[in-house]
């Protein structure tokens, strides 16, 4: 007799959820918990959502339908990736594959080993999201497997491609946060982030320098934060720190992604500066707390439901056709204009 198709309310009621709650999560609409969302992947996983095979432990499942996700950092709120994730393995559960999610350490990450339970054996595909090492994709790339990574390192248009890429569109979105706050009376500006992270944050400050040159706007690094990503950018103090250090505040910090945005103007606020009345700010990534705080955040909105479904397609066009030419995708992005940046 035939296995029943596991369904998205045998999900819910696998978890003890709602069934609007796991669509939420699998369609990329509204606002579930991060613990939640975990929880309703992993039992989907568990249960082998979209497969025909339902119920058959992951351990049996044939090389053919499991796709590996694999990850330095698993993606948390003000991440473009939770969501990414969601629409990701719907997508291939619809095509009949199964996710399993690896999350790579440090020392696999400099060692370039793969993690213990990851078997290329088993292992139909693999997307690599939050993983900006050159040489550990590289790696990955040898293992002859169809592979499509989100994002990039800094670099990477300087190496040869051996994998499919997506990301999202970063340089001209940038180019018009600055022009708008140039608009609005900005001419000192500061940039805030790790240029190094990762390709998206590199094109960004790119964009930032050279919006900068075509305005013949002089720069100067002192309006800047510009430590490493494991610096403590959360840490309101050492935030302080930073621009207590600066000759005096920029009319406007850009900010790398969200998550930066967010936490320096917190930061700044508590010191008793005003936002945008003191210094205006944007970030990056339209995650849904951008619109939550005081003053709303200027952001530039990644499409990240459209991004997860597009890269499930790429990866399995790849598994279909492993001899076509590799290809480098980017999805355009759009900056949202509020009260962060509202100097009138």
Known sequence: ???????????????????????????????????TRALILQKASELGYGLPSAGIPASQLSAGNTIALLTSNMPVDYHFGTTFVSTFTDQICRAGYTLKMFEVSSVELHSRLLPPHFIPDQTAGIVAIELFDADYLD?????????????????????????????MENYASILAVVRHLYDRGARRFGFVGDTEHCG??????????????????????????????SASYSDPEWLMDQVGSMPSLPDAFVCANDYLAIHLMNALKRAGFSVPGSVMITGFDGSSQSALVDPPLTTVQIP????????????????????????????????????????R
């Not at 497997?145 to 051996?162: G, N």
């Not at 930032?208 to 430590?227: M, P």
Request: hydrophobic share 45%; glycine share 6%; charged share 20%.
């Open 1 to 35: 007799m035939a296995l029943k198709r596991v369904t998205m309310q045998d999900i819910a009621d696998a978890c003890g959820l709602s069934r609007n709650t796991v669509s939420k999560v699998f369609n990329g609409r509204g606002a579930v918990p991060q613990a």
């Open 139 to 167: 790696m990955i790339a040898s293992l002859g497997l169809p592979a499509v990574v989100i994002d990039s390192p800094a670099h990477s248009i300087e190496r040869l491609m051996r994998c499919d890429y997506v990301s």
């Open 200 to 229: 998206s944050f590199y094109a960004r400050w790119f964009g930032f320098r050279k919006a900068l040159n075509t305005l013949s706007l002089s720069w100067d690094e002192r309006f800047s934060i510009l430590a490493p990503d």
């Open 304 to 343: 990240s439901v459209e991004i997860g479904r597009l890269s499930a397609d790429i990866l399995l066009s790849r598994i279909r056709n492993p001899e076509a030419p590799f290809t480098w995708t980017r999805v355009a992005t759009t900056p949202l204009w509020r009260g962060s940046t509202d100097r």
